[in-house]
């Protein structure tokens, strides 16, 4: 009798999973340690609180990535116990779990960036790099102890799961055995799926990503609560693009005024060229103009150069990203697109007619071009580009044309941008005028190195990416210097921005609305008395769009949910930004975090760590704010979903 019981593999079943839910407790640990800077926690009780609330979605994730194992463990084959099936289950286990947990580490480091879990919508960020390998080898060399720690535990995990072992065993009665293994298989099925969809209630839909939120006060909080594994199972396919109903054509018209059509005015400059500079990572906080009243203790510049370059320019010391990674930054200031939880560019609506910048200048009769240092096709760049409508597209293969020896690559990304941006300026003295150029740098992101003759010029800082910054600070000032003796140069706006931030130090930027700050700056060398001094209200990347437009005399009509930065303009100032999970929404008096259904908070804008819940206090404002969030997202995919990107 004893001899036909499966008692003894349901036990150890229960102990190869029980070590799942160990070691992936201690990434949670880990990952908080890594990124403890970002992520505020009162103590230790407050920790323990959220990884409990996190058993919900680790249960869903193991249960994902064992299914096969757990169902092979239990089916009544009569050979389970049997040496060479025991081993078959081993490498199974530990394969799909080991990688499933390496996924954890990825965010250990990877969160710094793009403060949000892992999903699969950085796959779209990474399918079009030809230097992948060169990249996870300085990635290796930069992060060694993390490898380190995820061989010492992965070790850790597999030495445990063969302390205990399950004996050969001879079966009896098949009858006895089978029957007893149908009754598991009935009670252990329901439990898994039960556990996979995070609830029992048939009524309940499966728990994704924003369901972390219902378990915490400060959003930043989820982060703790989910996995890795978890988020990117969930987001496997996802259409994240979806119709919704919340307000009528009226509201939006009003709060957002989507269609827009600016008259020439005493504003408009003669044919302007326009230098569109989107630097590579160069948040806000590393710029010390954008710094000057923020009242930070001890605050240093390493932008010398664009320091001096501002007081001649037009500044917005209170500007966000509207996206988190680089192709979300092209697409949000070139056309107006932010990207959400999804990347606007990946997804299957970005082939279609988009009105932008692009399309707007070549209407107007400009030569158009874009300039990236990095191989062709590098970001998802040149894609996008072409679908934008470019003229022409500068990347490395066009560089190495004219430079083939391959000295001035870096060795991970591209061009350096000293060398490359004296190829852009070149390249322009030859555009016949009135041109639009966009130029893509670089040099200023991981790993974080500069070119060996310049290595000990520029202030070490005290994160790794100081140093970088001060080199595309004069890799900028040599340009603008050669620009300067060009013809072009007078009648050109330039447009300095950055796709998104990158490491931070100062408190300030820590808190989870600043960590989407990017300055924005336009330089018009030709009139001293246009584009000058210093503008406080928000701004955002896709203001950018319509701000070009109105002071370039485009006066057709044209779709952009930015609004004009300059002059006068009806829609009030604001900012949309996305977390991967919420949508943040924010104006001049409140911050209105929306899970693409309900509210889930309003905060005052004073409270960018986003502490104080005011839910419970709502007002007017808040309702308004409500409205016009719910607004901007029933456009965005009403345009998108429906491919009215552009004015008929």
């Known amino acids: 009798m004893q001899k036909n019981s499966r008692l003894e593999e349901y036990k150890v079943l229960g102990y190869r999973m029980l070590l799942a839910y160990v070691f992936y407790f201690i990434a949670r640990v880990l990952f908080y340690v890594y990124n403890a800077d970002l992520i505020e926690i009162t103590g230790f009780s407050e920790f323990m609180k959220l990884a409990y609330h996190g058993l919900a979605f680790d249960t869903s994730a193991l249960l994902y990535i064992n299914s096969l194992f757990i169902l092979l463990s239990i089916f009544p084959l009569w050979v389970n116990t049997h040496s060479w099936y025991q081993k078959m289950l081993f490498y199974l286990y530990c394969v799909t779990n080991l990688i499933g947990y390496a996924t954890n580490f990825v965010d250990f480091i990877y969160y710094k960036f793009i403060y949000t879990r892992t999903t699969t919508s950085v796959l779209g960020s990474v399918e079009n790099e030809s230097n992948l390998g060169s990249l996870l080898g300085a990635f290796f ?39 007893s293994s149908v009754l598991a298989i009935c009670l252990v099925i329901p439990l898994c799926i039960g556990g996979i969809r995070g609830d029992f209630r048939h009524s309940t839909r499966p728990i994704n990503m924003v369901d972390a939120n219902r378990h915490v006060k400060v959003p930043v909080h989820a982060d ?74 001890d605050y240093v510049s390493y ?29 949000s200031v070139l056309a ?43 970001m998802g760049f040149l894609g996008f580009g072409n679908i934008l409508g470019f003229d022409y597209y500068y990347g490395k293969t066009e560089y190495d044309l004219l430079y083939p020896d391959n000295t001035d690559f870096d060795g991970f990304w591209g061009i350096w941008d000293t060398p490359f941006l004296q190829y852009v300026k070149k390249e322009m003295d030859q555009k016949q005028e009135p041109f639009m150029s966009t130029i893509f740098t670089v040099s200023s992101h991981s790993p974080y190195i500069v070119p060996k003759e310049k290595e000990g010029k520029y202030p070490k800082g005290n994160v790794p990416m100081h140093q970088c910054v001060g ?53 018009y060398p030709g009139n ?24 370039s005399g485009y006066d057709k009509p044209f779709r952009s949910w930015g609004r004009n930065l300059i002059g006068e303009e009806k829609v009030p100032p604001f900012v949309m930004t996305h977390s991967s999970i919420l949508y943040q929404y924010f104006d001049e008096n409140y911050i209105c975090i929306f899970d693409g259904q309900n509210v889930m908070g309003f905060y005052d804008i004073k409270d960018k760590g986003l502490k104080n819940n005011l839910i419970e206090q709502r007002n007017e404002q808040m309702d ?21 990107l552009m004015v008929q």
């Open 336 to 378: 107006g697109i932010p990207s959400f939880k999804v990347a606007f560019t990946s997804s299957a609506y970005a082939k279609q007619p988009i009105q932008s910048v692009v399309s707007s200048y070549n209407e107007m009769g400009y030569d158009t071009s874009f300039f990236h240092g990095a191989p062709n096709g590098s």
């Open 624 to 644: 308004a704010a409500e409205e016009r969030c719910k607004a901007f997202v029933q456009d965005y995919m009403d345009r998108i979903m429906n491919r009215k």
């Open 471 to 523: 080199y595309t600070d004069e890799a900028l000032k040599e340009f603008f210097e050669a620009a300067k003796t060009a013809p072009w140069f007078e009648n050109t706006i330039f447009v300095l921005t950055a796709d998104h931030g990158n490491q931070v130090y100062y408190d300030e930027y820590k808190k989870t609305i600043n960590r989407h700050t990017v300055p924005i700056m336009f330089y």
């Open 303 to 331: 932008t010398p150069f664009l320091d001096s370059l501002a007081q001649h320019s037009l500044l917005f010391p209170n500007a966000f990203a509207n996206g988190r990674k680089s192709i979300h930054g092209m697409s």
């Open 141 to 179: 060399v930069s992060y060694w102890h993390v490898f380190l720690l995820f061989f010492l535990l992965a070790s850790g995990w597999v030495f445990l799961y063969k302390r205990i072992r399950i004996s050969p065993k001879k079966i009896h009665s098949k009858w006895r055995y089978f029957g």
């Open 224 to 297: 703790i609560v989910l996995n890795t594994p978890f988020s990117i199972i969930r987001t496997i396919g996802k259409n994240d693009f979806k119709a919704v109903n919340f307000v009528t054509k009226e509201v939006i018209d009003q709060q957002l005024q989507p269609i827009k059509q600016y008259p020439k005015d005493s504003l408009t400059l003669d044919k302007p060229n326009v230098v569109i500079l989107i630097v590579e990572s160069y948040g806000r906080e590393y710029f010390g103009a954008m710094n000057r009243d923020m009242g930070i203790k």
């Open 528 to 551: 001293d008395e246009v584009m000058r001094g210093v503008d406080k209200r928000l701004a955002q990347q896709i203001d950018i769009y319509p701000t070009l437009l109105k002071v």
